[in-house]
């Protein structure tokens, strides 16, 4: 069965560079979630859509936006990153109504 | 925030014993999920739990949701080697607030 998508899987960037993650989720899902996970933690919320539109938003820092596209991606911009970045970004889709998150691998994101 | 308390923390057992962990919360929560966590990949969905009080089972594994609606159980039976990793519990409200609140983790070690 067709999995979420997560490119790319391995970032790296210099302080106050810019990074864009990419989210393909589960077909016909309608929500997407992306989390923010550092080492040794549980998975951090940052922000979620429901049909292309923003439904939820965590603790996602004001350096970063994400918006999902008609074809239901969703992509995480991140600007002047810092050293705190580095973290592994995980985007997870559900149907709305099911509660069942199914992530993706990952990207993981490391900033020198 | 809320906050979800998963235990143990850690836990180091034979191959063949069963294991048991919980998580606690101090608000309800509509839907529980477990998940298991290798390193450096993406949360699996090993169970999801929508009703007070519902037993569910996925082979070896033995989830459910307390009658409070704010706490839940995780057991696995005759653990194998490959049941090494983290695994988290989850806690959602569902609907447009579907994110998850995550336990820390209990990290599992099997000894053959």
């Known amino acids: 069965a067709a999995g979420v998508i997560q490119s790319p899987r391995h970032l790296i960037k210099e302080k106050r560079e810019t990074a864009t993650l990419k989210c393909y989720p589960i077909?016909?899902?309608?929500?997407v979630y992306w989390y923010q996970q550092g080492p040794g933690q549980d998975p951090q919320f940052l922000i979620s859509f429901y049909e292309k539109m923003q439904s939820d938003k965590g603790s996602i820092p004001d350096r970063f936006s994400a918006q999902q596209f008609s074809d239901y991606h969703s992509e995480l911009n991140m600007s002047s990153l810092e050293l705190g970045d580095s973290a592994l970004y995980f985007c997870?889709?559900?149907?709305?109504?099911?509660?069942?998150?199914?992530f993706g691998e990952g990207s993981r994101l490391t900033v020198l | 925030g809320q906050q979800l308390n998963q235990s143990p923390q850690s836990m180091f057992i034979q191959e063949g014993e069963d294991v048991s962990m919980n998580c606690t919360s101090s608000?309800?929560?509509?839907?529980w999920l477990w998940y298991k966590q290798d390193p450096g990949e993406g949360p699996v969905l090993l169970i999801a739990?929508?009703?007070?009080?519902e037993l569910t089972s996925n082979g070896r594994l033995t989830a459910q949701f307390g009658i409070t609606r704010k706490d839940s159980f995780l057991n696995i039976s005759a653990s194998i080697p490959s049941d090494v990793g983290i695994y988290f519990c989850a806690g959602s409200h569902g609907g447009s607030q579907g994110n998850l609140i995550f336990g820390k983790g209990t990290k599992l070690s099997v000894k053959p």
């Open positions: 739990l929508y009703k007070a009080g």
């Open positions: 077909p016909r899902h309608d929500t």
């Open positions: 608000s309800i929560f509509n839907t």
């Open positions: 997870a889709s559900s149907l709305e109504v099911s509660g069942e998150l199914f």
